[in-house]
Structure formats: structure tokens, C-alpha cells
């Protein structure tokens, strides 16, 4: 069965700092794979998305992600994190064929301290 | 333009009462998603539309649960007999391509309390 593991539930980082939030997948072939954010009272937003090519992917509001067909690893990273940044995050894989239905980590919760 | 609505925006109800919560989908999608989201955990897939169709709803708990389409536009999502356990947010998505992975469009939810 298809599956996504976050194995960070919290993180805090500095102000300024850099940010590197993991998530693994399982899943028989290469899915689609996506980061999502969700702000307090917010709805989710997608920040980047992989389907295929390029490894590195580039997203909104400067963050990017690699991914790892061999660690079976999609983490997400920003060089230098803003206090708005801090929000829950949530990895999510999304089979071939079935429709476009999503498969979503547990989330990252990411604060940020001054 | 409007995003994906939800309404309402909260409901409390009574163990072994009748919920409808309803999704405005962003105008022109075909693609229409329902998630739940429990305390503390990514949201789970309860049913995917296709247009008026249902083309997947294998994440749908048991048979209390029920979700509708009609026009291929509003969907409502209907919980017969609502038990403690399905206290959560009840999230909508959106997509303007059906089985395809676009990107969804996310509704705020509706957080819905069982007493």
C-alpha cells in the first residue's frame, strides 16, 4: 500500500536559519509527489509538485525539494527561513491512475523563533 | 477569482444526529475531492468526483457516510447516525482536470464536532 512517512512532528528553527523537512514515501513506481502548507485557519496551499525530470523542483515562496528515487526521499528546503513560514507542512503522494486522489504524511509543524 | 468554499464553516451536533456539509467548488473544475482531516494527522481521501460521478470512493469509512454531485458542480457530503470518531475537519479540493494531477485547490473545511 501506498504510504507517506514525516518523521518529524515538530520542528523550530531561527529566524534566518535554513529548513529541511523530510518525507519518505512507499509506493511501487515513481508517484507524483507534492508539498503542501497549511496556515492557521487557512486552507492547504500547494507549495511544489514532481512528476517527472528534473530532481530538484522549485516552488512558491522560495522553498525547493529533491527528489531521491533511491531513498525513496522527497525532503523539502529553504535557505533562509521567515518568521511567516512557520505553519504545518505535509508531504503527499499521488498514485498513477487513481484519479488524482492525494496520500498525505502526518505533517510537520515548523515554528520559528526570533 | 472565488476559491473553493465550504459551508459551514463549523457544526456541532449530537451522537446520532444528521450532517450535511456542503463544497462550492472554484467554477469550471470537473474534479472535485473530500478529505478528513483528524487532530494531528495529514488529511485522509474519503471520495473522488468526476463530474456527477463518484469514480472513486474507496476512502469513504463505512456506509454512514455518503457524498452527492448532482450538477457536477455542489457536492455535499452526508453522515447519517454521526458517532464521536467522526469528529474533524472535513477538507474540499478542486481540480480543473479530472484524473489528472493538477494541482488541487483546497477549501478552508468544515470542522465538525460530535457531542
Known amino acids: 500500500a501506498q504510504s507517506v512517512t514525516q518523521p518529524d512532528i515538530h520542528i523550530t528553527v531561527s529566524e534566518g536559519a535554513s529548513l529541511e523537512l523530510r518525507c519518505n514515501y512507499s509506493?511501487?513506481?515513481?508517484?507524483?509527489l507534492f508539498w503542501y502548507v497549511q496556515s492557521p485557519g487557512q486552507g492547504l496551499q500547494l507549495l511544489l509538485k514532481y512528476f517527472s525530470g528534473d530532481t530538484l523542483v522549485q516552488g512558491i515562496k522560495g522553498f525547493e525539494a529533491e527528489f531521491k528515487r533511491s531513498q525513496s526521499s522527497f525532503n523539502l528546503r529553504k535557505p533562509s527561513v521567515h518568521w511567516s513560514d512557520a505553519a504545518e507542512y505535509f508531504c503527499?503522494?499521488?498514485?498513477?491512475?487513481?484519479?488524482?486522489?492525494?496520500?498525505f504524511g502526518q505533517g510537520t509543524e515548523l515554528s520559528v523563533k526570533p | 477569482g472565488a476559491g473553493v468554499s465550504q459551508t459551514p464553516s463549523n457544526k456541532v451536533t449530537e451522537k446520532g444526529k444528521y450532517v450535511e456539509l456542503r463544497c462550492d467548488p472554484i467554477?469550471?473544475?470537473?474534479?472535485l475531492y473530500w478529505y478528513r482531516q483528524s487532530l494531528g494527522q495529514g488529511p485522509e481521501f474519503l471520495i473522488y468526483f468526476q463530474g456527477t460521478g463518484a469514480a472513486d470512493d474507496s476512502g469513504l469509512p463505512n456506509d454512514r457516510f455518503f457524498a452527492v454531485r448532482p450538477e457536477g458542480s455542489v457536492s455535499t457530503l452526508k453522515i447519517q447516525r454521526t458517532e464521536r470518531g467522526d469528529s474533524a475537519v472535513y477538507l474540499c479540493a478542486s481540480s480543473p482536470n479530472p484524473g489528472g494531477y493538477n494541482e488541487q485547490f483546497f477549501g478552508p473545511g468544515t470542522r465538525l464536532t460530535v457531542l
Open positions: 503527499a503522494v499521488g498514485p498513477y491512475n487513481q484519479g488524482g486522489k492525494l496520500i
Open positions: 467554477s469550471g473544475h470537473t474534479a
Open positions: 509506493y511501487g513506481a515513481t508517484p507524483y
